[in-house]
């Protein structure tokens, strides 16, 4: 068979991802373009919303590409998806995304986590597009990333470890793992980092003067199954789906229409009730 060619990444940053779990900074877009979709946010914050996103909290960070035609066109934005499709093929699913909002000077953290405890997708080749808004540096709280060191695998985790935790579950490791050689992830705004769905990962308190604001995109090849009882939805927005594994969802025709506000309730609906379930399967060692 013959060897695709990467269509961005060089075969050293695939190796790197490969052995470490993570990569960054990838460029998706210029500052000015970040710029623009920064100001769509605060417009829906300020006319949609009515306040910030992350006093809102809830369903309204997440899966805003099923409401949102800007949003939908991040999740497909071809400067990411060539990136995604260099690590997992070329038949890709957008499984969730979230928005992940630092008011300045706020004690907002994520503690070291993986993504994959909860999500219930097997095997683990999902991978999370990190996309800048707003500078993402040490000082504001970017993200902090942990070598796998060829160990991959899932931590044992609980929910409700942290207060002021910029995830729902509020979830950390509580078994013991090496810390040595964390590297922070600064990124510019219109760049974006890359990990695998097991990679370690936390970030701290946002000590800046300025909103730290970024969005996760969940990525998963299509051959990838759910293991929880119920079929779960996702969008495809790269390739064909040869497999059927999940519901795909529709794109919005337009900003927040009825079509895709049902889209989003049903799909937010089915993310908590599968949230709920694999934690509990997780607590009980299915896994792990």
């Known amino acids: 068979m ?17 052995r470490d779990g993570y990569l960054f900074p990838v460029p998706a877009m210029s500052e000015t373009e970040a710029g623009r979709y920064f100001d769509l946010l605060q417009a ?4 949609d919303l009515g306040g910030l996103l992350s006093a809102v909290g809830g369903a309204a960070r997440f899966k805003n590409h099923l409401l949102l035609t800007w949003v939908n066109d991040l999740v497909r934005h071809p400067g990411i998806l060539d990136a995604v499709e260099d690590l997992i093929g ?4 957008c499984y969730t995304s979230t928005f992940f909002v630092k008011e300045p000077n706020s004690l907002e953290v994520a503690a070291w986590h993986q993504d994959a405890t909860y999500f219930g997708l097997r095997p683990h080749d999902h991978v999370t597009a990190w996309l800048a808004f707003t500078e993402s540096t040490p000082k504001s709280g970017c993200l902090e990333f942990l070598p796998a060191r060829n160990a991959h695998r899932q931590h044992k985790h609980i929910n409700d470890a942290v207060e002021h935790s910029v995830n729902g579950g509020k979830q950390a490791i509580v078994e013991e793992f090496e810390l040595d050689g964390a590297i922070m992830a600064p990124l510019q705004p219109g760049t974006f980092s890359l990990h695998n769905t097991l990679c370690i990962h936390r970030s701290a308190p946002n000590k800046s003067p300025n909103r730290r604001i970024g969005i996760g995109i969940s990525y998963v090849p299509t051959s990838v199954k ?33 079509a895709a506000s049902a889209a989003h309730e049903d799909a937010y609906r089915a993310y908590r009730a599968n949230y709920n379930e694999q934690l509990a399967w997780h607590q009980k060692g299915r896994g792990i």
Do not use: W
């Open 2 to 18: 013959k060897k695709t060619m990467p269509k961005v990444l060089t075969e050293q940053q695939i190796t790197c991802y490969r």
């Open 44 to 47: 829906y914050e300020n006319d």
């Open 90 to 93: 070329p038949d890709i699913l």
């Open 226 to 258: 759910h293991i929880g009882t119920q079929r779960m939805p996702a969008m495809l927005v790269r390739g064909t789906d040869k497999f059927g594994h999940f519901n795909l969802e529709p794109d919005p025709a337009s900003d927040l229409d009825t």
